[in-house]
């Protein structure tokens, strides 16, 4: 190392203190406002709120740590929280569980590490000759592909009973929980093991725990978050994909770790079929292991440029941050010592200091930075741009959503106090009310066949473009396989552009995403105009009752385009395939038979999974919001001296208090309000990408 290196090049990890402060002071503005709002509202609103407050003390950040076998995601989890060895990162084999690690987030009474086991249809559906891996194969007609894989689920299943003895039937759908929990015991349960393994060795219950879940309170940041931890995705055994999809699928953030020495290599482009479905707006690319190269500071300005062309020509597009770093590095910055690392990372860590300090000595205008240890293996930019994202993607709009839901129901108790505080004389008139109940039905019925016309329409345009991306994919594919064989080149010149089928029916997917949600913009619309008509008729417009529209979210990223297809398998066995004796129509003809079963098993997923349930959500909150909104004024109609005052009885108060009441609520809805149109993040402070 630099002999010129002191103690504060040892410096711990920062957050962005900015942003936290930003993001501590918005939870405890609108926490203040629901307390308030609790002795506002009529009485038949106060569960409501009540649930309102349940539901914010369980929002928490997402984030999940996603790429190769061993590219250092456990390490790198590690380093984001600021200890070194909370998870196992030296072991091998490999991490075999998604382990979520919550932090600063509610725990179980009296449990600090859950781990959760497969249920027993879960376990016959990895390990049955019937189930999902094994029903793919065949539909992929891999014939000794087949076999080979019931030969290893096979031993897997063997393996784990001679494991786990009698207790491996009692285990299933069952759990374990602790009140503490250490690197030896996370180690049982997560870290896929070896054959012979006595009770205490790593790896005894791995192959049978579906979910690690761990608990912490950890001050390195300064909000509800869950970093997950996930297998690899070139894990030599697929039995693990559901679960990391289901995770990926339930992440607000995605962080995908490549390592430096091979970034985007052919399997790292595996991950693209993840990445297409999600919005850029989510990723985060994390280049690890920078202290395994010999040049860092050139290659890896090198590397940088592969990545960036590599996600431009794969039509990744929008602003993806890319950091450079070493888990390695930040667990010397966590430790305070520089004796932990190898002579190689300490040569590297040299060679690139000294190659900045020569940029900054050259008067370069924006060094990379080189003052303390923490900056430079990335980590303190990983964690500015989580928290960055966090902000954008996480709290600001589920507390804008949280806050609208609330905002209606303090319109409703406002709308009644606010009446009420007038005197009955003054009040809601019959007709008025009539009318306007009549609207709000008549509006009711119009937007649910507005939103079932739609989901037709919707459907029908997603199946057709899916199909189409099918039958292109079908007829290039068949072209180019024809072609080989006729003219007798080798099999390995054929493989199936699954990626770019992939990339096709995201694109279908986009368009759809993109339609939906301005259809529902327009709906919102509908409904705020025929709800706020409907307040004037009953009250008359000059109540100044303003309606909240109600937020529509991005439809859900389809799983179905991440999963593995049959005609993935079909490509990595392609060589396999077309060894065996065959007429060539008989492969094109199975080539498209595959492809055409894959097109009804992805089609259907995909419109059930991300089409209709997704609109059936958006249906069931509209139709909510008109019956809120109906109850309201039928409260209205029913207004007269006796009721105004019983109901006044029921919440405590008389008709002395109605005017501080009124006020209260007013005054939360303007901080609603706000809450609704939350400024952006400060701009990150803490560390520079590297």
Known sequence: MPEDLHETFLAPIESNPELIQEISSTRRDFAQVLLDLEKAVMPEDVPTIGDLTDQFGEVSAKVSLIGQVKAGKTALANALLG?????????????????????????PKGKKAVFKFFDESDWENLVSESGHIVKMAKRARLDTGVEELTRQIQELKERTEGRLGRNFKMLLGNQHAFSSYNADLIKRYVCLGEEDMSEDREGRFADLTKSADLYLDNDKFGYPITLADTPGINDPFLVREA??????GDSDICVVVLSAHQALSSVDLGLLRLLKSLRSQK???FVNRIDELPDPHRQIKEIRTYITNTLRKQKLTGEIPIIFGSAVWADAAIQGSFDVLTDDASESLAALIEARTGELKKGAHDPENIDNLADVSGVSALRAAIDKKVWEEVYRPKIATLANRARRVADRSLVYLAEADKGPKVSANPRGTKTALADLRTGQ??????????REAALEKAK??????YRTFIRAEKANLSDCLANKRKVVDWAPDTQGLRSA????YSEY???????????????????????????GSGSGIKVAPHPVSEPPMPLSLMRTMSIDMRASSSIEWLRRKLDKSVYLEQFEAIATDDLRHTVNETCQDNIDNYIDLLLSDFMAIFDEHIASVEALSKMDEKSISERLEQSGDT????????????????????????????APVAGRAQ
């Open 83 to 107: 200890v070194s060895d909370l998870l196992p990162s030296d072991v091998n084999p490999w991490t075999s569980v998604v382990t979520s690690m919550h932090v600063n987030c509610n725990a």
């Open 243 to 248: 679960a990391t999809l289901q995770n990926l």
């Open 283 to 285: 990723l985060i690319v």
């Open 445 to 454: 019925e119009k937007v649910a066949e507005a939103i079932d016309t739609y």
């Open 464 to 469: 057709m473009g899916m199909a189409e991306a």
């Open 505 to 508: 029916l995201n694109g279908v």
């Open 513 to 539: 995403s993109a339609e939906t949600t301005s259809f529902f913009n327009q709906v919102n619309d509908t409904v705020v105009t025929c709800v706020s008509s409907a307040y004037d008729a009953a009250i």
């Open 655 to 682: 008709s002395e208090g109605l005017p501080a009441r009124v006020a209260s609520l007013r005054s939360a809805n303007a901080q609603l309000h706000a809450l609704e149109d939350t400024p952006d993040a400060p």
